[in-house]
């Protein structure tokens, strides 16, 4: 190779390399990608909403009689009238009474009790008139018993009776004029036990 074209060529090394020099950034001063930051946005709180009262399902207990109704408690002062004793055999008074020969009644009186006593005396405003007599017993139905009778007052005569055993319903229609009576009761191993008083509607209108 002649003089001139080794001197050209190192020339042309030299150019490349200073060009190289100038054209790259030392490697310490790179530039940094700025480091981006993603921001979530907090939740938007829910509406508050006021405290709620906890609503239990209603228990399986009877509906209370209306307030309309009266309601015949018990008497402490037995010697206002003749008292008569629960017979021994309850079954000659007999079963339910189907039969009603009015369309409907309206009750007019109850019995509510957990025990056992001899009601205050009390009239009812219809000379035939039922008694609806409900016992329930939860602890020991078993063993659960009703017993009652209604007496007339004035005489001492027993109108009609009644004995449940085991929880349950008896329905009975009775005809005692428009004088006062008493019912004498016995319950045994009972929750409570309602006797409902119901007339015709003609007599309460």
């Not at 906890?54 to 008497?75: C, G, V």
């Not at 007999?94 to 001899?118: K, L, M, T």
């Not at 139905?141 to 004995?163: H, K, W, Y």
């Not at 229609?173 to 003609?202: K, L």
Request: hydrophobic residues 40%.
């Amino acid at each position: 190779m002649e003089r001139g074209d080794l001197a050209a060529v190192l020339i042309g090394l030299t150019l490349v390399i200073i060009l190289t020099v100038v054209l790259s950034p030392p490697a310490h001063s790179n530039p940094q990608v700025p480091e981006v930051v993603t921001t979530t946005p907090a939740p938007t709180p829910a509406p508050v909403s006021p405290a709620q009262e906890t609503i239990f399902p209603p228990t399986s207990l009877p509906t209370p009689p209306p307030a309309t109704m009266k309601r015949i408690s018990y008497t402490s002062d037995y010697s206002l009238f003749p008292v008569r004793f629960l017979p021994s055999d309850m079954g000659i008074y007999g079963f339910s009474d189907v039969n009603w020969q009015y369309n409907s009644s309206v009750a007019f009186a109850y019995v509510e009790e957990n025990h056992g006593g001899i009601t205050e005396p009390f009239t009812v405003p219809s000379p035939v008139w039922r008694m609806t007599s409900t016992l329930y017993a939860v602890k020991n139905p078993e063993n659960a018993r009703f017993r009652m009778i209604v007496v007339d007052e004035q005489s001492g005569l027993v109108l009609e009776g009644t004995e449940i055993r085991f929880p349950g319903s008896v329905t009975k229609t009775v005809v005692a004029g428009r004088g006062a009576v008493y019912m004498v009761i016995a319950a045994e191993n009972v929750d409570r036990f309602v006797i409902t008083i119901e007339t015709p509607p003609v007599f309460t209108q």
